[in-house]
């Protein structure tokens, strides 16, 4: 009631406000999704970009420096760096969109039962997101595909079962604030089901917050991803995986030290570009998330 | 302890019985239960077919938790709640939604009352879809009522935060009464809207009432609002109904002295009143988690005297379909004026 | 100049700059307060009397400015002072109290270091301080104030949170308090008492009060003189007495007998058609002609002044014979 209606005609401007503003007054989003456009655009034409398929190997040209043998040079087996790189985006990001999928799909579902029911379910639940948390991520995962036997699916399956937690935290602490609204306890007043609750009146009012957590733990499944295939369990070669890329290189990282340092840079700029493109989201969606 | 409907024979419509409920109250790291805010605490009431019940009460009384007992949106620690005859704590689950459907809620703040995700067409006819009337026949009936409610076949299509603060109350006692409801409880219906705006949604409650014939259950803290919506006012105080009388001889004449207070603190809209005589009370109100024994109004109240601190008061028969809980209510000779 | 008037303000003009366009909050108001008189600014939500009373503390927050008039302070504009000079004002010589006293008071510091605080503010040593805190926080009504003195805000009751908020506020004993609905979020037995003290520090200190709320009841309760606000303008004001029998403004009688005075089946209440207008575009001409029941042409096209008829009235409608405003 501070300002009242000023405030409020200020409120209601920012809704009315055209996508082309919000992005233009936003650095972090602009940047963002010209990153997030860039990535998506070098994984759907990756066929239209890579010069040689990403597995052809030309032994007469091994170890070429960028320049000579191609835009960013060869590798040991003379395959072209650069096109193994554009089609390692598309692993990237496929693996990426799976683990953000599953983890999502997992840590709304426990975090909306949790928040909503409360008692023993929320402590359950609670308990499982609090054990997951108190275990370093990566070692977990490493656990998990162990036990499973190291390959790119499996990788994805143990990304996603260690990383679901976090939603679940702050899905249920939404839920929480959302169950006691009074539209909410109208609905329960009319005879809607519990189901019929969560799904049709909680869940929808946490579109934003779920956007913005997608795209801020995409660069951590990706990054965990390629993690777990530099070390030898996700991707196996001769995939373009560039973890699987960046762990080759190591050997020669002396002698051709561009072939570990231009995968590393397409991980640290998709990770920064989902990172801006989430955190400007977020400012965005649901401003008072900002720390 | 004595249940009289108000002025007609049949059954009431709700009817109370020591109805009471503790919450919990946990504190430290184990979250152990330290003690229980007693919330309500052993009110009996009767409220009859057609009438409009206000309750009264400042924060902490437990009007607005009484309000949930009603469609057991809260499950109560003790006592009974029947509506029309029908005992809604043990209610079987299809029971108690055919329960709820014959009743509606409106809540204090109208723009959280609609889903914000939901075009206002939704919300208003999702009791019917529930009820499995859809298409043709749902649309009539939907905007039979918008008129009813005054609001324009326009406002359908649009989203919660598209409408005004009274266009968005409108909508919510729309969506309350589409399915035609014996009874309607208001919990602080018209607090978050403008006088002007007041005026509008309190004149539409009144021909509602009229019109369909509506039971009401009135939850205010505004002594002007409840004046001009009830027939009976019931007072509540930490959790206990204090007070139950007829509009007039209540506010002409209270016999609890917290009822003295309240409507003498509330003010009159005349200023020629200011200097009107006022019943004061001393301190702040006390913790629900441990009131003092006895009257629980006794640390505050001028009157009190031995007994007050050591028996609880009873809800009594007072005369005039009148009930009152103090000890001394036949010494006291108060009266407030009132614009 | 009038040497009398403890605080004159005239032609106060605030504008907010927003995506949409200007949002005209406080369009040209002008009120005089006295020493030890109580001025309550009544209206309905988004008719500018917040953005009023932070103009008169200078504190209109980004992105509103103050676009011209003036605020003069036993004769000195305010609004031509240094930020310096202005944080000597605030706090000395004008005080505020807000509607939330949980938000207001810092929750990590106990009540009597808050009070401590702002008296500390004047050069006196902090023990002297700490004494008169904890007299001061007596005098609010806070029973067992030295013990009172060391709780956190938390720890308080919401009527005690507003007294010990006002118990800070006068600490240094200021000219005037602003009070933004003082009461809003109280109880009406402890809205008594805050009233009341309201009034006893008044009679007591010889300051003045201006009130802003949107309670008609609160303003019958303890005004002396009340301004009535519509859509950013002062539309009407008067001693209180005659705003409620005898309301010279269209709005002002609507407005009155849409309060719920009667009881049940004494007839419906009064209502005003139509809505308040968007201050992003408001109407020309008088700012209420849309819903007027005695619109005339000239009020669709020109503002009315606001004159001073006698008994210090004043109205700004053309029923009552005012000229068009300069």
Redesign the interface.
Known sequence: MKLELAQREVNGSRNARSWRTILLGNGQLMAGVFIFALVMAVALFADGLALRPYDAMDLGNRLQPPGTGGPLGTDQFGRDLFSRVVYGSRIALRVGLIVVTIETVLGVTMGLFAGYYGGWVDRVIASVTDVTWALPPIVLALAIVTALGPSLNNVIIAIALVSWAGYARLIRTKTQGLKNMPFVEAARALGESDLSIMFRYILPNTFGLVIVLATLSLPGAILSTTALSFLGLGSQPPAPDWGVILNEGIRHLYDAPWISVFPGLAIVCTALGFNLLGEGLRDVLDPRMKV | MSIRPHSTTETPLIVLEDACKYFPVRRGLTRRVVGHARAVDGVSLAVARGE?LGVVG??GSGKTTLARLV?R?IQSTRGRVLYDGQDVETASGRD??RI??R???V???PS???????PVRG?IA??LE?QGIRGKEATRRVLETIELVNLGAEVLDRYP?QL?GGQQQRA?IA??IILRPQLLILDEPTSAL???V???I??LL??LQAQIGLTYLFIT?N???V?????RIGVMYLGRLVEVAP??PM?DRPLHPYTA??FS??????????NRQ?Y??V???PSLISPPPGCSLHPRCVFAVEQCREEVPLLVDAGDGRQVACHRWMQLALAVQT? | MNMAKLLQVSDLRVEFLTGRGTVRAVGGVAFQLDRGEVFALVGESGCGKSTTALAVMRLVPPPGRILGGSIRLRGDDLLTLDEDSMTQVRGRHIAMIFQNPMVSLNPVYRAGAQVQEAIVLDQVPKNEAWRRAVDLLGRVYIADPAHRALSYPHELSGGMRQRVMTGMMVSRQPDLLIADEPTTALDVTIQAQVLDLLLELRDRTGMALLIITHDLGIVAEIADRVGVMYAGSLVEQGPVFDIFEEPLHPYTRLLMRALPRLTKGQGSLHTIPGQVPSLIQLPPGCPFHPRCPDRMEICSTKMPGLTVPAGGREVACYLHGVGERQ
């Open positions: 409009a400042e924060s469609p949106l108690l939604i709820r459907r009743m509606g809620i809540f204090q703040d959280s009352s609609l889903n914000p995700r939901t919300s999702r009791p529930l935060h005004s919510s969506r309350a403008d006088v002007s007041q005026a509008q309190l004149n009144q021909s803290h002594l002007s609002v004046r001009y919506m009830s027939d509009v007039g506010q207070a309240l603190a509330s003010p009159p809209l005349n200023p020629r009143l200011r006022r004061r009370l301190g702040d109100p614009g």
